[in-house]
Nanobody, 125 residues
Framework: QVQLVESGGGLVQAGGSLRLSCSAS????????MAWFRQPPGKEREFVAV????????YYADSVKGRCTISRDNAENTVTLQMNSLKPEDTAVYYC??????????????????WGQGTQVTVSS
C-alpha cells in the first residue's frame, strides 16, 4: 500500500519558519510530480508548491512565492517544504501528494494519485 507520511508541522509565531517533510513509506518515490497542498479551516484544499521528481522543476502558488521552497532528496526519498516569514493565513493542514504521470493540472488536487494524512501548521499572530 502506497503511503506518504508528512512531518514537521506545529505551532509557530508569525514571521517564524517551519520545515515540512514528506517520505514514502516502504517504497521509492517514482512518480512525476510531488506537491504540497493545504486546507485552511473551513476552506477547500489549495495548491502550495510542486516539484518534478526527476528534473526538479518547481512551481509555487502566488500566495507563498518568495517565502517557501520545495526541494527533493532522491537519495533520502523525501520532499521538503521550507516555509519562512509565516503568516496567520498560512494556518492549515498541509498535505503531501504524488502523481504517477505528467499532468498539466499540477495545481489542482484531482490528478494526484497518492496523499499523506496531513500535518497541522498553526501560525499565531
Amino acid at each position: 500500500q502506497v503511503q506518504l507520511v508528512e512531518s514537521g508541522g506545529g505551532l509557530v509565531q508569525a514571521g517564524g519558519s517551519l520545515r515540512l517533510s514528506c517520505s514514502a513509506s516502504g517504497r521509492t518515490i517514482s512518480g512525476y510530480y510531488m506537491a504540497w497542498f493545504r486546507q485552511p479551516p473551513g476552506k477547500e484544499r489549495e495548491f502550495v508548491a510542486v516539484i518534478s521528481w526527476g528534473v526538479g522543476n518547481t512551481y509555487y502558488a502566488d500566495s507563498v512565492k518568495g517565502r517557501c521552497t520545495i526541494s527533493r532528496d532522491n537519495a533520502e526519498n523525501t520532499v521538503t517544504l521550507q516555509m519562512n516569514s509565516l503568516k496567520p493565513e498560512d494556518t492549515a493542514v498541509y498535505y503531501c501528494a504524488e502523481t504517477e504521470a505528467y499532468t498539466h493540472d499540477y495545481g489542482t488536487p484531482e490528478p494526484y494519485d497518492y496523499w499523506g494524512q496531513g500535518t497541522q501548521v498553526t501560525v499565531s499572530s
